[in-house]
T-cell receptor
Framework: GQQLNQSPQSMFIQEGEDVSMNCTSSSIFNTWLWYKQDPGEGPVLLIA?????ELTSNGRLTAQFGITRKDSFLNISASIPSDVGIYFCAGQGENNDMRFGAGTRLTVKP | DTGVSQDPRHKITKRGQNVTFRCDPI?????LYWYRQTLGQGPEFLTY????????KSRLLSDRFSAERPKGSFSTLEIQRTEQGDSAMYLCASSLGYRGYGYTFGSGTRLTVV
């Protein structure tokens, strides 16, 4: 089962608004990753984080690796309609397998 | 190279039948992973290969599930005696090495058991 708690489960926002979602775990991870999945497709990597405290940006996306190594957040600034989709956090631990959160479904109203 | 390919994209089968899915990874990737994703959930890890060796299979959901990667290239996932609870999206991913940033996912095979 899932070891990662991702919130919120869904968000309905207006185009242009900023978005924030986060992920927490009872386990320590060495790598945190954020993926986006469109309907009928596999997840696509957005951002990868490798060090506790690391803050990384990719265009309008910013993600941070929590100091405790048990949490991460993803921010999307100035949302646009193509940001619609499901966002997943994933953590990779000592044994290198990757665990996913249950996802945040984002809807952007034009 | 066009990425990770999965075939078929959709499969409808009757309960009790066997099904097999194929995954063709990115050619230079030595690791191949299978995940299952049910509605409203994130992908759930099933098994992975490094070259032709299956290094983790304890999370395969039951003994009805098996996977092979005979020559270290493509892989197959077989489900025997399918049950309605097996209905899900089955995702394949490949990577060069173990770091998460290197995973590339295919588009998945959606299985419906009726």
């Amino acid at each position: 089962g899932q070891q990662l708690n991702q919130s919120p489960q869904s968000m309905f926002i207006q185009e242009g608004e900023d978005v924030s979602m986060n992920c927490t775990s009872s386990s320590i991870f060495n790598t945190w990753l954020w993926y986006k999945q469109d309907p009928g497709e596999g997840p696509v990597l957005l951002i990868a984080l490798y060090k506790a405290g690391e803050l990384t940006s990719n265009g309008r996306l910013t993600a941070q690796f929590g100091i405790t190594r048990k949490d991460s957040f993803l921010n999307i600034s100035a949302s646009i309609p193509s940001d619609v989709g499901i966002y997943f956090c994933a953590g990779q631990g000592e044994n290198n397998d990757m665990r996913f959160g249950a996802g945040t479904r984002l809807t952007v109203k034009p | 190279d066009t990425g990770v390919s999965q075939d078929p994209r959709h499969k409808i089968t009757k309960r009790g039948q066997n099904v097999t899915f194929r995954c063709d990874p990115i050619s230079e990737h030595n690791r191949l992973y299978w995940y299952r994703q049910t509605l409203g959930q994130g992908p759930e890890f099933l098994t992975y290969f490094q070259n032709e060796a299956q290094l983790e299979k304890s999370r395969l959901l039951s003994d009805r599930f098996s996977a092979e990667r005979p020559k270290g290239s493509f892989s197959t996932l077989e489900i025997q005696r399918t049950e309605q609870g097996d209905s899900a999206m089955y995702l394949c991913a490949s990577s060069l090495g173990y770091r998460g940033y290197g995973y590339t996912f295919g588009s998945g095979t959606r299985l419906t058991v009726v």
